[in-house]
């Protein structure tokens, strides 16, 4: 088995691909899953089979950066579950991550959100804003932010409605409407709307003056849905005690759970099948739902 890429940023989210080797290749109808063991984290997905020796997952979005095992299995109706092959997989934080935390510290600082409007004359060239756009939305949805964070910041004394520089007018300024969207269902964004920067610009009056069509009627409508482009992302599914994510583009599913680090290691093969069975009966009743 070879992984391509061999490394996922932490908020995950991007297609890996799992190149068969020919002594890993099983019969038709068997199933591969993936199982990531993390020091702190176990993530079992699910697979799609594009070829007769590629197979493409997603990978899950982790709590820290680290080299993890990555156990490929295999399961047949009537058998137990068995392990085809294991390789090194590395989660890394990378520019977008930073990014994200840097922009969700400096909420409410007007010190850091002045310096971020230098970005707006030597921002990323038009081609390359989709591309931070959704890394840096998919980093920031991956953030473990405090209960108390706000998209206007902390300080409820900066909550009055003065002029200042937001959150919301930088993700307009760049033309981010995947983060715009996101930060609008966080507390005190639509409040961040309304606030006047230094120039009297509001987001929904940068959106106009720069030509961004829709992010007016995203910025003005009260219940405006999710940009389209969000509906290739993975999306989390409650269910119980779980934490279950579907990728609805490739119907790819991920379950993630914390690992019994205080216990022995058990047998590979052990770990896979109660991950695998799991996951598995989540699928088959979220399929019931439908």
């Not at 902390?154 to 760049?174: C, I, K, N, S, Y």
């Not at 995947?178 to 610009?201: C, D, M, V, Y």
Request: charged share 25%; with cysteine; proline share 6%.
């Amino acid at each position: 088995m070879k992984l391509n890429p061999q490394q996922a940023p932490l908020y995950g989210d991007c297609v890996v691909t799992v190149l068969l080797a020919e002594e890993d290749k099983v019969e038709d109808d068997v199933v591969f899953y993936l199982v990531f063991s993390g020091s702190t984290l176990h993530h079992c997905t699910s697979t799609r089979k594009i070829s007769a020796d590629t197979l493409e997952t997603i990978a899950p979005g982790h709590d820290c950066c680290e080299t993890v095992k990555v156990l490929l299995c295999a399961s047949k109706e009537g058998l137990p579950v068995f392990v085809v092959a294991e390789e090194d997989f590395h989660f890394i934080q990378d520019e977008a991550y930073d990014a994200a935390q840097f922009l969700a510290t400096s909420a409410g600082n007007q010190q850091a959100l002045n310096f971020t409007r230098f970005l707006d004359r030597s921002g990323p060239p038009s081609g390359d804003v989709n591309s931070l756009d959704e890394k840096v939305a998919l980093a920031f949805r991956h953030l473990k932010l405090p209960a108390e964070w706000n998209v206007l910041g902390t300080d409820q004394t900066l909550h009055d409605g003065g002029p200042r520089e937001t959150l919301m007018h930088f993700a307009v300024r760049l033309g981010l409407l995947r983060l715009t969207w996101f930060l609008l269902q966080k507390p005190g964004g639509r409040g961040a709307l309304s606030i006047h920067n230094q120039e009297g610009a509001t987001p929904v009056s940068l959106a106009l003056e720069r030509g961004y069509h829709k992010r007016p009627q995203l910025l003005t409508e009260e219940n405006a849905g999710e940009p389209d482009s969000w509906s290739s992302l993975s999306y989390e599914i409650p269910y119980e005690d779980c934490s279950v994510r579907h990728h609805r583009e490739r119907d790819i599913y991920t379950l993630t759970s914390e690992s019994e680090s205080h216990h022995e290691p058990p047998f590979p093969g052990d770990t896979c099948t109660g991950h695998i069975f799991k996951l598995r009966n989540i699928q088959q009743q979220l399929m019931v739902r439908k």
